[in-house]
């Protein structure tokens, strides 16, 4: 078993440099680039872009730039003794016992061309509203999906079940973008039940995450909470709606396999009440399967919804994402596409994992 | 087997039958003698066919391109055309039947700015939209297939590192990297989206013709063929590829209803095609601005139009994923 585990985590590893290259790559081939916000500045000079390039190491061949980002490299010495740090060590160790501090691999995923603030710190602040929209949105679809296919899977053919098939085929042709225009088209504008955006009513809360909002939310907890809940109804809904269909399918299916099994008929034939033959003998083999596609929906709880946060401007992951898009942020985009793919494998990993330890059918050698 | 009944003339004693009656009978014989049986497509059509949700999805899929091709030709105004340009009004103008008049322009309203008329754009947009991505979803299942079929029948350490690119792929956000690569691979135009939705789209089709690859390489046929002499290419192309066909077809048919949301999300985000070319996505690009003012009939019949495709492109899914199993008795 743990010779598995330890050969899975060590095949993650190639993966995830080849990750590294393609995103180094694919932003190296990208026009815009560091020193694009001066071709409208006419008082900057040549030689002082030429002084910015060997500055930030731009004026260095590729190979170098890339071990430079990667960590492995360190920036202040030239020649063969690149690969050792200030403290004398290889600089690819952890800082504290005598590494370098540059770099991905030591946390480092340099400054933000917008706004100049460190790229660990601009992707922080969106996290929480991020986990706060997705998280709400996951637990939500999650029990519901789970229910809806549990009792679909019991009544097979019935009345609940044909409606939940119609809805999942509706449901998964339904584009995010589309449900949330919709729906702020009706309830935000028509209706006017809810607000049409954004993650607080500027007029009455401060900004999110600031100390004021802290103390605000001490003071009267209450407003904050139904102010945030007021704001959270749409776009969780949106994305209910939307990955329901999906995951209310697999439960349906995965408990309509393990209700064919033939332990399920031993029970039943032995006179084991139908509730407990659902709940204990069916559901916890169906939950196998369910497990493992729970896991794999974790990175989405961080990266969050591109589409619902920019629909409802929600300050979050996906919307940083446009928005540093939009204005060529290199190094927030990078940041951003490492910590999503770096997820995705985590989550494949745990996922394959966690299906190992609970199917000892699966063979590990 | 209602169809295939051969008519039997039980009902009438025999000493009763006329030579000509005899005669009828030895023909209707002779007839089912004659019977050819049906070949592996046939079968499926007739399962097919019997699958009334993957009929009607095929029809509105079809239909869907039927307007797509016919209708933009007898259309009287182009996209840029302002169909009643004396009444200016800004956030456009709600569809002729809703406020009772009944004019056969304004069908789905106007929209906001601009004063496009919706049924246009939405009639156009069919055009660049299915035509995206078909011939996206072709690229990526030609890619896909070669990839996953190489790595499947040879195995090995090739096998590893092929399917460890394809792990790296799908590890990156797909979107994502469709947004990043659009804005600074030229953007706006549909050529560009096509290819980008292409060649970045193919990691899932490997991966399935991969698996089939593996168990079908370890058949007798396979075996066989290369005992014969039978070189590499033509056992891949030949013998186990046309086994493996079905559920290659039925995961392209889905990719196509995927591309076409893709790609409608992209260009409403304004990285996909450029709205002088219109799609259903970046026709509703815009109306999240005028939706305050009441402006529904802008984002609802584009959308409409993704959603009613995507449907019927997804029951026709289902309908080939039974028909093509041979071990479905439909």
């Known amino acids: 078993m743990s010779r598995y585990i330890v050969r899975r985590v060590i095949g993650a590893i190639p993966v995830l440099f080849f990750i590294s290259f393609m995103i180094y790559g694919i932003l190296l081939i990208a026009p815009g680039g560091p ?18 390039r060997k500055r930030w190491g731009l004026d260095q061949p590729l190979p170098v730039q890339y071990c430079r980002w990667l960590g492995a490299c360190n920036p202040d010495h030239t020649g063969l003794a690149v690969f050792i740090s200030d403290q004398g060590l290889p600089n690819v160790l952890p800082s504290f016992i005598g590494g370098g501090d540059n770099g991905i691999l030591h946390g480092d995923l340099g400054f933000s061309i917008r706004d100049g603030r460190p790229v660990t710190i601009v992707i922080g602040e969106r996290i929480i509203p991020t986990v706060i929209l997705a998280g709400t949105a996951w637990v939500i679809w999650l029990t519901v999906a789970l229910l809806a296919g549990m009792y679909a899977a019991v009544r097979r053919y019935g009345l609940f079940d044909s409606a939940l098939t119609i809805g999942s085929y509706i449901g998964l042709a339904l584009p995010t973008f589309w449900l949330g225009i919709m729906l702020l088209t009706i309830f935000a504008s028509g209706l006017k039940w809810f607000p049409a955006g954004g993650m607080w009513s500027a007029r009455d809360v401060p900004i999110f995450g600031s100390p004021e909002y802290w103390a605000f939310a001490g003071q009267q907890p209450l407003t904050a909470l139904f102010d945030l809940g007021t704001h959270l109804v749409l776009p969780v809904f949106t994305l209910v709606v939307v990955s329901i269909a999906g995951d209310s399918r697999f439960v349906r299916a995965a408990m309509l396999d393990s209700l064919g099994q033939d332990y399920v008929r031993t029970a039943r034939a032995k006179g084991v009440s139908e509730r407990r033959v659902v709940m204990k ?85 | 087997m209602a169809d295939g009944q051969r008519p ?102 106007e929209t906001g700015r601009l004063q496009r008329d919706v049924f246009e754009l939405v009639v156009n947009g069919a055009r660049l939209s299915l035509l995206i991505s078909v011939l996206a979803t072709t690229i990526s299942v030609l890619i896909g297939t070669i990839w996953g079929g190489v790595a499947g029948y040879f195995g090995g350490f090739l096998d590893t590192v092929m399917m460890r690119i394809v792990d790296a792929i799908l590890s990156l956000p797909l979107l994502f990297v469709i947004l990043v690569a659009s804005k600074f691979l030229g953007s706006g135009n549909w050529v560009s989206v096509t290819l980008i939705f292409g060649l970045l789209g193919w990691g899932g089709i490997s991966r399935l013709v991969r698996s089939q690859f593996l168990t079908l390489r370890e058949e007798a046929f396979v075996d066989a063929a290369r005992a014969v002499g039978v070189s590499d290419a033509r056992i891949i192309f030949r013998h186990i590829l046309p086994n493996s066909l079905s559920p290659i077809i039925v995961s392209a048919t889905l990719s196509i209803a995927g591309v076409i949301v893709g790609e409608a999300f992209v260009s409403y985000l304004g990285f996909g095609v450029d709205v002088s070319q219109p799609t259903w996505g970046n026709v509703l690009s815009n109306s999240l601005e005028f939706v305050t003012q009441g402006n529904w009939w802008w984002p609802f019949f584009p959308g409409a139009a993704i959603v009613l495709t995507v449907l019927g492109i997804n029951f026709m899914g289902d309908g080939l994923r039974d028909a093509l199993d041979p071990r479905s008795r439909l």
């Open chain 2, 8 to 109: 039997r003339a039980s009902g009438s004693p025999v000493s009763s039958l006329s030579p000509a009656d005899l005669e009828a009978i030895e023909d209707t014989l002779d007839y089912e003698v004659q019977l050819e049986s049906l070949n592996q497509w046939q079968l499926a059509w007739r399962r097919f066919k019997k699958h009334r949700l993957a009929v009607v999805g095929s029809g509105i899929f079809l239909g869907m391109v039927a307007v797509a091709v016919i209708v933009p030709i007898f259309l009287p105004y182009s996209a840029t055309t302002i169909p009643q340009p004396d009444k200016i009004v800004y956030a456009g103008r709600p569809p002729s039947w809703a406020s009772g008049s009944w004019s056969p322009f304004l069908l789905m309203g």
């Open chain 1, 281 to 365: 003998h069916a559901f916890r083999n169906a939950l196998l399967p369910i497990v493992t596609n729970i896991g794999l929906e974790i990175p989405f709880l961080f990266t969050g919804a591109i589409v619902t946060e920019t629909i409802f401007s929600w300050p979050g992951m996906g919307r940083l994402a446009i928005e540093a898009t939009n204005s060529f942020d290199y190094p927030v985009l990078m940041g951003i596409f490492l910590i999503a793919a770096l997820l995705t494998v985590f989550a494949n990993l745990v996922a394959d994992i966690l299906y190992a330890i609970v199917d000892p059918r699966i063979s590990y050698g």
């Open chain 1, 35 to 52: 020193e694009a916000r001066f071709a409208q500045n006419p008082k900057i000079t040549a030689a002082q872009i030429e002084a910015f």
